[in-house]
């Protein structure tokens, strides 16, 4: 699941238009099903980061963290 340019767009589209004028039932659902998929795609990204880090030991081997 990867957020896109245009998903990431119309997540900054509907926050301007919240604080401009408001938004619909539709738009604010829309504005949470579309937040929570950003959510969970940088949660699963950052988790990889995170598995990806290793400490270098001064004896010379690697530990995974």
Same mark, same amino acid.
Do not use: C, H
């Given at each position: 699941?990867?957020?896109? #340019? $245009?998903? /990431? !767009?119309?997540?900054? $589209?509907? !926050?301007?238009? !919240?604080? &401009? =004028?408001? /938004? &619909? $039932?539709? =738009?604010? *659902?829309?504005?949470? @099903? /579309?937040? @929570? =998929?950003? *959510? %969970?795609?940088?949660?699963?990204?950052?988790?990889? %980061? *995170?598995? %990806?880090?290793?400490? *270098? $030991?001064? #004896?010379?081997?690697?530990?995974?963290?």
């Amino acid at each position: 699941m990867v957020v896109s #340019d $245009e998903i /990431l !767009a119309r997540i900054n $589209e509907l !926050a301007k238009k !919240a604080k &401009t =004028e408001g /938004l &619909t $039932e539709e =738009e604010k *659902l829309e504005r949470e @099903q /579309l937040r @929570q =998929e950003y *959510l %969970q795609n940088f949660r699963k990204k950052f988790r990889s %980061q *995170l598995e %990806q880090i290793q400490i *270098l $030991e001064p #004896d010379g081997s690697v530990t995974p963290v």
